[in-house]
């Protein structure tokens, strides 16, 4: 089969980071869906763990479209592990992890606030969610098969209810410099219609700014407009 074309141009990378947005958001509905679910708790916790794991990747995913570099290193088109994908990306881009923003409107002028919300989910922590998530979905050996779980396995809901509060304050809005162009892009999971939504932002020498607005037009991996 042969290899899917990369978002390079700003467009692209706009649309594809879109359908990122789209599918985290897509995958926290479904934990908090899964909440009334009368299926086995077992399965639920691992149906959420699941999730939080797929926004991990994503995250990382995202990280590498923004700054639309597939070729500096092997890890950028091999690697699935967020902790290996971070690591190479800030040797080569800066500030590559997203930002919790808060916006604000003063006298018609759009103020962005990086770094506000202080309860956002870290790379570190995302990093650690990653690998913890692993511990609940490689279980089918005999020996995690038979073991009885804790009362931490069992009342498990706190711990998803905040890693999913942390991710929704980190990236409901965030802002993230793209490098190549330079530019800022401004991202989140859903405006008032419930839609993923992105900026780009491009500031001139002359103090004059061109700003874009992007809207979703379709779902992963369906990012290409043909």
Not at 149 to 172: A, C, G, H, M
Request: glycine fraction near 4%.
């Amino acid at each position: 089969m042969p290899k899917p074309p990369m978002p390079i141009s700003k467009e692209e990378k706009a649309t594809a980071y879109l359908n990122v947005m789209s599918e985290i958001n897509s995958r926290i509905r479904l934990i908090k869906s899964v909440r009334l679910s009368t299926l086995p708790y077992g399965m639920v916790r691992e149906l959420c763990h699941l999730q939080l794991r797929h926004v991990c990747e994503l995250i990382a995913i995202g990280c590498l479209i923004v700054q639309g570099d597939y070729t500096s290193s092997s890890v950028f088109s091999d690697e699935y592990n967020p902790s290996k994908i971070f690591r190479a990306l800030e040797k080569l881009y800066e500030g590559f992890f997203p930002q919790p923003v808060s916006i604000t409107t003063e006298n018609n002028n759009i103020h962005y606030h990086a770094n506000a919300k202080l309860s956002a989910i870290t790379r570190k922590e995302i990093e650690t969610l990653w690998g913890i998530t692993g511990n609940y979905l490689h279980r089918l050996q005999i020996r995690k098969f038979l073991r009885a779980d804790d009362v931490q396995d069992i009342n498990f809901w706190p711990s998803i209810d905040e890693y999913v509060r942390k991710i929704e304050t980190l990236l409901n809005p965030h802002g993230v410099p793209m490098h190549n162009p330079k530019m800022l892009v401004i991202a989140g999971l859903e405006n008032s219609e419930g839609k993923p939504y992105l900026t780009l932002i491009d500031y001139f020498p002359n103090n004059q700014v061109s700003v874009q607005h992007f809207d979703i037009r379709g779902e992963t991996p369906f990012w290409r407009s043909s």
